[in-house]
């Protein structure tokens, strides 16, 4: 793997560990292992069960867990289904570009 897809590859991660662990379009995801609540503006999780719920609820709640697990996932499904994988990791890394812009954007204007 080259430089080029290496660093694609860490900011498809990048976004796609942010979707799953803040993004409210998959808030049904984190629903069943997740009780959330907003304080004063901030938005706090209550991890559920015990066992296996509650190790999954940790995991969600956790973005350098998160982002092992899709890192690997990503990788694995490079390696194995690249025809698969790629548009998927373009996307992710497009839209993982555009969020960081934004944010020097939204840092500048202010």
């Known amino acids: ?3 080029f897809h290496f660093f694609l590859l860490c ?3 990048f976004r796609l560990t942010h979707l799953i662990v803040y993004d409210r379009i998959t808030s049904f995801l984190r629903a069943p292992f997740h009780d959330e609540f907003e304080q004063d503006g ?17 995991l969600l709640s956790c973005h350098w867990c998160t982002g092992v697990w899709c890192a690997a996932a990503l ?6 289904v690249p025809h698969v994988i790629m548009p998927v990791v373009w996307i992710l890394a497009i839209a993982g570009g555009a969020a ?3 944010v ?5 204007s202010q």
């Not at 901030?42 to 719920?53: H, L, N």
């Not at 990788?75 to 194995?80: A, L, S, W």
């Open 11 to 13: 900011i498809a991660s």
């Open 104 to 108: 020097v954007v939204q840092k500048w």
């Open 100 to 102: 960081l812009i934004e």
């Open 42 to 58: 901030e938005t706090y999780i209550v991890v559920k069960g015990t066992g296996i719920r509650k190790w999954i609820g940790e």
């Open 75 to 80: 990788y694995v499904g490079v390696i194995y």
């Open 1 to 3: 793997m080259d430089a």
